[in-house]
């Protein structure tokens, strides 16, 4: 708990989350964490679709593969 009595859940999930895609080979692009809205991932485990709902919108976002044998990160659609 922070001094505020705050448990600090998102800020735990998202250190969790980045360190699973890490250790999976897949690195983050871009993010949305913070401030007191809340966001609802939605992984399509079949189709590989990401969505992210947020504010009543859903926004769907694109996975990207990292192989560490390349020196620049590979960009793969989970979408094809």
């Known amino acids: 708990m922070d001094p505020k009595g705050m448990f600090k859940i998102g ?4 250190t969790v989350l980045k ?3 890490w ?5 983050v692009d871009g993010e949305s964490i913070g401030e007191s809205l809340s966001r609802t991932m939605i992984l ?3 189709t590989g679709v990401t969505k992210i ?8 976002i694109q996975l990207f593969l990292f192989l560490p044998s390349a020196k620049v ?6 979408n094809n």
């Not at 800020?11 to 998202?14: D, F, L, V």
């Not at 250790?23 to 690195?27: A, E, P, Q, S």
């Not at 990160?73 to 989970?78: G, M, V």
């Open 11 to 14: 800020q735990r999930n998202h």
């Open 19 to 21: 360190k699973l895609l």
């Open 23 to 27: 250790k999976n080979n897949m690195m």
């Open 73 to 78: 990160p590979a960009k793969k659609s989970l």
């Open 44 to 46: 399509d485990i079949k």
């Open 53 to 60: 709902k947020s504010m009543g919108k859903i926004f769907e």
